[in-house]
Each structure stands twice: as structure tokens, then as C-alpha cells.
């Protein structure tokens, strides 16, 4: 290719904090590789933010600098608009504009296109254009690609993700430091990994909406945010993360799509894995992936979920594929958010089958463990071990049982028994089992 004859391609970002940052700094320092690997000319022309202090303090060019993004979604000399603002409005109102003007659209918001992504999705394929999002999803691990593409050959039959870093950070400074929650998260904020109001975090929000654009992609099919069942770690006591490493198996919070006859379980909640497992061994802030394919098996992703920089490689990574031309032509086959999904059903939490972790705290008095287990057996539920401990100080005896695989509702029902019995100092906790 001619690369001195190559047409500019014209990118505008609006927002220019962490990753319109990174975003930025990588095109304006990476133009001339890029042009190497790729033959492109693409070219920063404009940046929105409104915040003039953070356009100062960027240290690029004054002269890129607007603080009307709209002006930029109509720009007519601009091919691309990426959307690094984040939250719903204005970003929802720019995206569709930019779409309106018939610009390609890269963005990382998760939590608009979770929730908003059928409306963004459907005026990208009637404006004949593109929504890139790979970095809306574990920032610089390029899993969208891999779904996508790479994996293309392949019915996915499951996917397990730690698609959150802030919670994985608290939950590893639980493991390693057996420091309680509230603690862990303090020590997240300060480091900066969480932010002042943690909530869509260490809610499970965040990685919702994350798993709903996953369920979407992997399973060629429509799912809402609304069909993910979303539990967070902020109930999480250190006394199971404790007893679940006596007995091989960490914390996490998992993402789980998972195909069965019935449907498609779509859940995030904490979850126990066994240590020998890889996604167990995933610490700090780190996102990892896992995908099975049933051609390929297991094919696991690992890396930076956030940050200015790996969040801009993954937003650049779509400007190119746009640049390109194959981000259109494989948006318009992917018709995502429109695949009606008549054949594949949300599976209801209650209707899950998984295997469970139960911590009673009871009374130390004779037979008490007896009439646990026989309780869960009249409700079909079958113990793989048990463990007791000596009383606490106060009297309470933990018990903590691990069961076989079994149905979440009648899990459920044989808790409810088991609650009304007197023998019980305080309710039971529970968490979910992955193998
Ligand atoms: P920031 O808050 O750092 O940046 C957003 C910027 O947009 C701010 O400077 C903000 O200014 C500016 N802004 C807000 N409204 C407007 C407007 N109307 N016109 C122009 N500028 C505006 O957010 P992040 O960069 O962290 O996140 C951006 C998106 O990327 C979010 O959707 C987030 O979920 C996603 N994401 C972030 C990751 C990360 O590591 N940070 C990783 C993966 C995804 P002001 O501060 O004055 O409001
Ligand atoms: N808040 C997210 C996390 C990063 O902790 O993983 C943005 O997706």
C-alpha cells in the first residue's frame, strides 16, 4: 500500500480523563507504528471536556481541545467519535448523535450499553455504522476479539469471569492478610482502585453489565441486564474466607454464563473455587476469563481490567478495526441486542443446580450436627464434608458444611428449616460453589 496516499481517518474522543488520557496519548505517540502495522493514517483531530483544569493539565495540544462534545458528534471532517465520558446521560444522547451523523462509535461504557445497548445497537446498523466496545469489558484483555473472531468456530457452552478488579483486590487482601471487608475495601480506596462510593463495584454491578454484553456475544442472542442475577462481596465475613481456605478453596467474584438444557444461567455472586483452578490463582486487580468452546475446551484470558492505559490499547484496538473497515462488516452480521432468544431461556436463580458452602453457628450441645445433616438429607441434599470447630469464646460452635450439587430452591427450603430450629445462634451463610 501507497501509505503517503493513505485518507486520514479523523478520530474525536469526548471525555478526557483516565482513558480518554490514555486513548490519547497512545494515538498521538503511536501514529507512526500504527501506520506501520496497519497502513492507516488515523489522526486525533478533536477532544471534548468540559473540565478545562484536566485539558490543561493533559499536556496535549491546546488547540485539540473543545468543551462542546455535540459539536464533535456533527463534526463532518470526523470519522469516528469514542465515547470516554461514562454514566448514562449525556454519553447515551452524544452516542446516538455521533451514530445520527453516521460516525463509527467506540466506547467503554458498560453500564450504558448494558442497559441502554439495544436502542445504541439498532441506530449503529439503521445508520449503516459501528459500535466498538472491547474496552467495556476487562479494559486491556481483548475478550471481545477473542469471542468474536478467534473463538468464531465455536458453540461457547460457558464462561467464567473475575471481570472486576476492585473486588478482586479486596478479596485477595482478605485471603492473604485475613483482613475483614471493610478493612480491604478502606486499604482499595486509598491505593485508588475503589472509588469513594464503591457501590457499583462491590454490588456485582459492574460485573452485570459486563456479563450482559458477554451472554450477548457469546450466545448470539438477546439478554438484558435485568436477567442477570447480581450479588455483591460487601456481605462477605472473613470467617468463611478463613474456613474456605482450610478447606483448598478461594474467594472470588465470579460472572458465570453457562448453557444448559433449560437455558442460559446468568449470574455474579461470590463463588468458591478450588485452588488447583487457574482463576483461583488471580489476585489483586488482575481480570481473568475463562472460556469453553466446545471445539476448542478451556481457553483462558488473563490481564488488566482498567487503567489509562491498558483501557486505551482496547479502545484503540476498535478505532483501527473501524479504520479498517471490518468493524462494520462484522457489526452488521453480529446484529447485536436484536437476536430474538426464544431458544434459549434465562435459567431462575432458584432453578440453578450448583454445589454450596453453609456455615451454621450453633449451640454446642449433643446431636445438634446429627439433626443438620439429617434435615438436608429429607430435602435430597447430599454432604461432601464437614468441618467443626471448637466454641467461640461467646459459646457459638461454627459448623460448615460443603455439599454435593444439588438445586438452589431446595437448598434454599432446607435452610429455612433448618433456620427455625433453636439450635441456631445467628443465620447461616452461604456461598456458591464452582468446580
Ligand atoms: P473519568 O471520570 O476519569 O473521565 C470522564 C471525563 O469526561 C471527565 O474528565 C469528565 O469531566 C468528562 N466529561 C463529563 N461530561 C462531559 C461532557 N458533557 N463533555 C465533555 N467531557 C465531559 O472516567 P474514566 O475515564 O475512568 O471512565 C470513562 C468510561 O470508561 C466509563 O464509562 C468507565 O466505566 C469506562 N472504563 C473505565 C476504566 C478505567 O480504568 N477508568 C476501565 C474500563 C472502562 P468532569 O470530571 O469534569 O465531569
Ligand atoms: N471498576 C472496574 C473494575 C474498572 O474495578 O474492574 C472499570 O471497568
Redesign the pocket.
Known amino acids: 500500500m501507497d501509505k503517503s496516499s493513505t485518507k486520514p481517518f479523523r478520530v474525536g474522543i469526548?471525555?478526557?480523563?483516565?482513558?480518554?488520557t490514555g486513548t490519547a496519548k497512545i494515538m498521538l505517540e503511536s501514529r507512526p507504528s500504527l501506520k506501520d502495522k496497519t497502513g492507516l493514517d488515523i489522526r486525533l483531530h478533536r477532544v471534548?471536556?468540559?473540565?478545562q483544569a484536566?485539558a490543561r493539565a493533559s499536556g496535549f495540544d491546546r488547540k485539540l481541545f473543545t468543551?462542546d462534545?455535540l459539536a464533535v458528534c456533527n463534526d463532518p471532517e470526523i470519522d469516528l467519535v469514542v465515547e470516554?465520558?461514562?454514566?448514562i446521560e449525556?454519553?447515551r444522547t452524544?452516542i446516538l448523535a455521533a451514530l445520527k451523523a453516521g460516525k463509527a462509535v467506540v466506547?467503554?461504557?458498560?453500564?450504558?450499553l448494558a442497559t441502554h445497548g439495544k436502542e445504541i445497537f439498532k441506530a449503529a446498523l439503521a445508520s449503516k455504522t459501528s459500535v466498538g466496545f472491547e474496552?467495556?469489558v476487562c479494559?486491556g484483555v481483548p475478550v471481545i476479539a477473542a469471542i468474536r473472531d478467534g473463538l468464531v468456530a465455536n458453540r461457547i457452552e460457558s464462561i467464567h469471569g473475575i471481570l472486576n478488579g476492585t473486588t478482586n483486590y479486596i478479596l485477595t487482601r482478605m485471603i492473604q492478610n485475613g483482613a475483614p471487608y471493610a478493612d480491604a475495601l478502606r486499604e482499595a480506596q486509598a491505593k485508588g482502585y475503589a472509588e469513594a462510593n464503591p457501590a457499583n463495584d462491590v454490588k456485582g454491578l459492574d460485573a452485570a453489565h459486563k456479563l450482559t454484553l458477554l451472554a450477548n456475544l457469546a450466545f448470539h442472542s438477546t439478554f438484558a441486564f435485568a436477567d442477570i442475577h447480581a450479588e455483591g462481596i460487601d456481605a462477605v465475613n472473613i470467617e468463611d474466607v478463613r474456613f474456605a481456605a482450610e478447606l483448598g478453596y478461594s474467594l472470588k467474584l465470579l460472572a458465570i454464563a453457562k448453557r444448559q438444557a433449560a437455558g442460559v444461567e446468568l449470574r455474579v455472586h461470590p463463588t468458591l473455587i478450588p485452588n488447583s483452578q487457574p482463576l483461583a490463582n488471580v489476585r489483586d486487580v488482575f481480570n481473568a476469563i475463562l472460556v469453553r468452546g466446545d471445539a476448542t475446551g478451556d481457553v483462558m484470558l488473563y490481564g488488566r481490567?482498567?487503567?489509562?492505559m491498558?483501557?486505551g490499547s482496547a479502545i484503540v484496538a476498535d478505532i483501527v478495526d473501524a479504520a479498517r473497515g471490518s468493524a462494520r462488516q462484522a457489526f452488521t452480521k453480529l446484529q447485536f441486542f436484536q437476536n430474538p432468544r426464544a431458544d434459549l431461556p434465562v435459567i431462575p436463580i432458584g432453578r440453578i443446580t450448583s454445589r454450596y458452602y453453609v456455615r451454621f453457628c450453633v449451640v454446642d450441645k449433643p446431636g445438634v450436627m446429627g439433626k443438620i445433616a439429617t434435615m438436608l438429607g429429607q430435602h435430597g441434599i447430599s454432604i461432601a464434608s464437614v468441618m467443626q470447630k471448637e466454641p467461640h469464646e461467646s459459646g457459638d460452635v461454627p459448623v460448615v458444611i460443603l455439599t454435593h450439587a444439588t438445586v438452589e430452591n431446595r437448598f434454599q427450603a432446607a435452610l429455612r428449616e433448618i433456620a427455625r430450629q433453636e439450635f441456631n445462634k445467628r443465620p447461616a451463610s452461604l456461598l456458591r460453589v464452582e468446580d
Open positions: 469526548l471525555g478526557c480523563g483516565t482513558v480518554g471534548a471536556e468540559k473540565d484536566k468543551d462534545a470516554v465520558i461514562g454514566g449525556p454519553a452524544f466506547t467503554a461504557n458498560k453500564a450504558l474496552a467495556s479494559g481490567g482498567a487503567g489509562m491498558p483501557t
